[in-house]
C-alpha cells in the first residue's frame, strides 16, 4: 500500500503553444475571455495528464472512451459512440456492475482505487448514486502571459467533395485555427485534507498517498508534450513549479499565477518568478522542498528562492 501523503503542496505548470491551439472554443478558436484574453481550462490540462497516465497503462475513469453498439436502438445501432459513465465503470471495475443495490461505501472504495479520482475527485451520479468528491488536486485557469499572441487561421482544401452543397464538384474546405505562440501559466494546490471525512467511511481508505502525487507530477511535466493530436502538435510542457509545505505547517498561499512575468530575450524566453521567491522565502521553514523544471534550451527562469531544485523538464537532470 502506498505511503500516506499529508503535506500541502501549492505550484505552477506552463505550457507553450507554437503554431497550436492547445485548448479551443466551440468555435475552433483559441479559448478566451470575453475582452480577449487567451487561457487554456483546467480541463485541457487534466485532460492531457489522464490521457498519458492513461496510456502508460494506469486506471483511468474519467475520460472519454469509445464503443460500437450492435444492440441498440435503429438510429445508433452498429455506430461509433461514447460510453456512459455507467459502462466505463463496470468496464474499469469489472467484475463489479453499477446496479441501484450497489452500496456507496463500495463505489466510493472503487472510485479512490483510480489515480484520476484519487487526484481530481469525481462527480458521481448514475444508479441511484448521487457522490460528489472534491479533488485533492485543484487546478486554475491557464492565462496566457505573453502579449504578442495572435490568431492564425489557415484554410484546408479537403480531397474529398461534398455533395449536399450546391458547389458539389468542388472540394470542400476546412479551417486550421491556431495562436501563432503562447505561453500557459496554470496555478495548482494539493490539499490532502480535502479527504479526511472518507477515511472512517471507506474501509482500507487512509487517504491521498505519495504515490499518486508522483503521478500527478509525473504528468504534470510530461502530458501535453506528448499528446500527439493535429491541433496539439507543437504544446509542450516548458515549466513547472512545485513547493512542499512540511506537515503540520498551517501557511496557506493564493493561487501563484499572477505573480509571474513573462518577457522574450536574446532568443529565449524568460518566465519571471521572483515576486513569488520574495513571498515564499518568508515562510522557508515552513517549506519542505522546493523544485523548478524547465527547457533549458528555449527558456530561462529568473527566481530568487533559497534552496531550490532547479532540473531539465526533459531528462529531470539537475541545471
Given at each position: 500500500?502506498?505511503?500516506?501523503?499529508?503535506?500541502?503542496?501549492?505550484?505552477?505548470?506552463?505550457?507553450?503553444?507554437?503554431?497550436?491551439?492547445?485548448?479551443?472554443?466551440?468555435?475552433?478558436?483559441?479559448?478566451?475571455?470575453?475582452?480577449?484574453?487567451?487561457?487554456?481550462?483546467?480541463?485541457?490540462?487534466?485532460?492531457?495528464?489522464?490521457?498519458?497516465?492513461?496510456?502508460?497503462?494506469?486506471?483511468?475513469?474519467?475520460?472519454?472512451?469509445?464503443?460500437?453498439?450492435?444492440?441498440?436502438?435503429?438510429?445508433?445501432?452498429?455506430?461509433?459512440?461514447?460510453?456512459?459513465?455507467?459502462?466505463?465503470?463496470?468496464?474499469?471495475?469489472?467484475?463489479?456492475?453499477?446496479?441501484?443495490?450497489?452500496?456507496?461505501?463500495?463505489?466510493?472504495?472503487?472510485?479512490?482505487?483510480?489515480?484520476?479520482?484519487?487526484?481530481?475527485?469525481?462527480?458521481?451520479?448514475?444508479?441511484?448514486?448521487?457522490?460528489?468528491?472534491?479533488?485533492?488536486?485543484?487546478?486554475?485557469?491557464?492565462?496566457?502571459?505573453?502579449?504578442?499572441?495572435?490568431?492564425?487561421?489557415?484554410?484546408?482544401?479537403?480531397?474529398?467533395?461534398?455533395?449536399?452543397?450546391?458547389?458539389?464538384?468542388?472540394?470542400?474546405?476546412?479551417?486550421?485555427?491556431?495562436?501563432?505562440?503562447?505561453?500557459?501559466?496554470?496555478?495548482?494546490?494539493?490539499?490532502?485534507?480535502?479527504?479526511?471525512?472518507?477515511?472512517?467511511?471507506?474501509?482500507?481508505?487512509?487517504?491521498?498517498?505519495?504515490?499518486?502525487?508522483?503521478?500527478?507530477?509525473?504528468?504534470?511535466?510530461?502530458?501535453a508534450t506528448a499528446l500527439n493530436t493535429n491541433s496539439k502538435s507543437g504544446c509542450e510542457n516548458e515549466f513547472a513549479l512545485f513547493i512542499e509545505i512540511k506537515?503540520?505547517?498551517?501557511?496557506?498561499?493564493?493561487?501563484?499565477?499572477?505573480?509571474?512575468?513573462?518577457?522574450k530575450a536574446e532568443g529565449k524566453n524568460i518566465i519571471d518568478i521572483t515576486k513569488i521567491g520574495e513571498l515564499i522565502n518568508k515562510f522557508r521553514d515552513d517549506?519542505?522542498?522546493?523544485?523548478?523544471?524547465?527547457?533549458?534550451?528555449?527558456?530561462?527562469?529568473?527566481?530568487?528562492?533559497?534552496?531550490?531544485?532547479?532540473?531539465?523538464?526533459?531528462?529531470?537532470?539537475?541545471?
Open positions: 500500500m502506498s505511503k500516506v501523503m499529508n503535506k500541502r503542496v501549492y505550484g505552477l505548470i506552463g505550457i507553450s503553444s507554437i503554431m497550436a491551439n492547445w485548448n479551443a472554443d466551440f468555435t475552433g478558436r483559441p479559448k478566451s475571455t470575453s475582452d480577449g484574453n487567451v487561457f487554456g481550462s483546467d480541463k485541457a490540462l487534466k485532460y492531457s495528464i489522464k490521457k498519458y497516465l492513461k496510456d502508460k497503462g494506469e486506471k483511468i475513469l474519467y475520460i472519454k472512451t469509445y464503443k460500437i453498439d450492435e444492440k441498440g436502438k435503429a438510429d445508433e445501432k452498429d455506430k461509433l459512440q461514447p460510453k456512459e459513465l455507467t459502462e466505463r465503470y463496470n468496464e474499469i471495475f469489472a467484475p463489479a456492475v453499477l446496479t441501484k443495490k450497489t452500496s456507496s461505501k463500495e463505489v466510493l472504495k472503487n472510485l479512490f482505487s483510480v489515480v484520476d479520482v484519487m487526484n481530481f475527485g469525481a462527480t458521481f451520479a448514475v444508479e441511484d448514486q448521487n457522490i460528489s468528491i472534491t479533488g485533492a488536486v485543484q487546478i486554475g485557469q491557464g492565462f496566457n502571459i505573453y502579449e504578442n499572441t495572435t490568431t492564425e487561421v489557415q484554410d484546408i482544401l479537403s480531397p474529398f467533395r461534398n455533395s449536399k452543397k450546391d458547389d458539389a464538384d468542388a472540394s470542400s474546405l476546412g479551417k486550421k485555427i491556431m495562436s501563432n505562440e503562447a505561453h500557459y501559466i496554470y496555478p495548482f494546490s494539493i490539499n490532502p485534507n480535502n479527504y479526511f471525512e472518507y477515511i472512517n467511511i471507506v474501509e482500507g481508505f487512509d487517504g491521498y498517498t505519495a504515490q499518486a502525487y508522483e503521478f500527478f507530477k509525473e504528468g504534470a511535466l510530461v502530458g506537515e503540520g505547517s498551517e501557511i496557506y498561499f493564493p493561487n501563484l499565477d499572477r505573480y509571474v512575468e513573462f518577457q517549506i519542505e522542498d522546493i523544485s523548478i523544471y524547465y527547457n533549458p534550451y528555449t527558456t530561462l527562469v529568473k527566481h530568487e528562492f533559497k534552496d531550490a531544485a532547479i532540473m531539465n523538464i526533459f531528462t529531470k537532470e539537475k541545471i
